[in-house]
């Protein structure tokens, strides 16, 4: 079958797969499977709903090696990882005994997400949206971004032979903008921060001009989120398909911390793995800490910030999501917490010092809010316990002040001289 080079491919009969239908989260109304994201009754967030045959784990890893290994249990056709997509996921759970040990913990594993196609944790739920902009037949992708989620919409629209054009707040890390406009597709600045773009974006769609856009992480949202529990599934098949007892996640939306809960419930809900208590602990940076000030408050609903911190990808002042993190964690007995930009970039160095791994600043974050509920007593030193990064400290290489040790002439004697030895 000759396809041109814009056409995206077509997909096969089921296109979602065990999807069943959107259902609304706050007043659980049902809808077809479409492009869309709010209850027509209450304007609450749409979610995948399934219906699941039986799932096994040896159906799961006789899969590709990717995240479309979980296509069973994905709104994606079962024949996925044949279209002309990114294989993005089995990123590697590093066992972190040098970095436990130092934080006095007895059993510690970074999930390390570094490693993705565009270097970031957004390549597993822009591959989820892309599929479903694929058959709802959408020709241009698009997004409001804090940074990495532009370069995997960039990436992927590439791939799969969509046009893109995604938007950004002006002054994001150079990293970040190379990686976006490198894949040939139309990248715009707004003056303005993350909650300043999503604003537009949410009034580009509703104009013509945008109508028959694909907004990954708007129109497409419910599909998106749903990228995200592969990060719960591969940290349960990596551990032997088990759940950790603890986990830290970063807090950007807040979509990823709601969809990683998830993740664990259905496989616990199939059978995949047995089922004990585990606590997911939120991470969010001081300069951008709404939804930890909520818990500290014991509030249910969130007041937006103005961001202000170098942990750019997770600057959301107005986080979507960010009352059904308050859910998780308060319902498995996990917390909010935040750390400030020179804990962030301490906790980069000491992820770099002790385990050999580069995080951009939400790796950081993540290091030191596990660091800190640590030595607060929060984290229980004992449990299993699985830290994110989420992201590559290539993209952010501002946010460390590392450099060479010394520059000298190239002589032996010169070596000798500078006191390195
Ligand atoms: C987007 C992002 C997150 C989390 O985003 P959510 O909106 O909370 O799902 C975490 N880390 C990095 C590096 C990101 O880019
Ligand atoms: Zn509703």
Not at 10 to 19: K, Y
Not at 262 to 271: A, M, V
Not at 328 to 349: F, L, N, P, Q, Y
Request: glycine share 10%; hydrophobic share 40%.
């Amino acid at each position: 079958m000759a396809i041109a080079a814009t056409e995206p491919a077509a997909t096969s009969a089921r296109p979602f797969g065990p999807a069943a239908a959107l259902s609304c989260r706050e007043c659980g109304e049902r809808y077809d499977l479409g492009p869309k994201f709010a209850c027509e009754f209450c304007f609450g967030p749409l979610e995948v709903a399934y219906d699941h045959g039986a799932v096994t784990r040896e159906q799961i890893e006789a899969g590709p090696l990717n995240i479309w290994r979980y296509a069973p249990l994905l709104p994606v056709p079962a024949d996925v990882d044949e279209l002309p997509n990114m294989k993005p996921g089995l990123t590697p759970l590093v066992r972190a005994d040098r970095l436990a040990a130092e934080l006095g913990l007895r059993s510690l594993h970074v999930k390390d997400d570094s490693g993705n196609p565009t270097h970031s944790f957004k390549d597993r739920v822009v591959a989820i949206a892309v599929e479903a902009a694929r058959t709802f037949g959408f020709r241009t992708l698009s997004c409001s971004s804090t940074g990495n989620l532009a370069g995997a919409v960039g990436a992927a629209a590439a791939r799969a032979g969509f046009e893109s054009c995604v938007f950004i707040p002006a002054g994001l890390e150079e990293g970040k903008v190379v990686m976006a406009a490198v894949y040939g597709g139309k990248v715009v600045a707004l003056d303005g921060n993350y909650d300043d773009v999503n604003r537009f974006c949410s009034e580009l769609i509703g104009d013509p001009a945008g109508e028959d856009w694909g907004f990954v992480n708007v129109n497409l949202r419910p599909y998106y989120g749903e990228g995200s529990k592969t990060l719960a599934y591969e940290i349960a098949e990596q551990l032997g398909w088990r759940l950790p007892e603890q986990i830290v996640v970063p807090i950007a939306s807040g979509s990823q911390l709601t969809k990683i809960d998830k993740g664990f419930q259905e496989l616990i809900r199939l059978g995949l793995v047995e089922d004990r208590p585990y606590k997911v602990f939120g991470a969010q940076a001081t300069g951008c800490s709404p939804v930890a000030r909520a818990f500290e408050q014991g509030h249910d609903v969130i007041q937006p910030v103005k961001p202000d911190t170098i942990a750019k990808s997770l600057a959301i002042g107005n986080p979507a999501d960010g009352p059904y993190v308050l859910d998780v964690c308060r319902r498995t007995g996990g917390a909010v917490a935040h750390v400030s930009d020179a804990e962030v970039v301490d906790s980069i160095k000491l992820l770099a010092r002790t385990e050999g791994i580069f995080a951009e600043t939400a790796g950081g974050v993540t290091t030191g809010v596990l660091r800190r509920l640590l030595a607060e007593g929060v984290l229980d030193p004992q449990a299993e316990t699985v830290v994110l990064n989420t992201g590559d400290g290539l993209k952010t290489l501002n946010a460390v002040d590392s450099g060479v040790t010394a520059t000298i002439r190239p002589s032996l004697d010169a070596f000798k001289e500078a006191g390195l030895l």
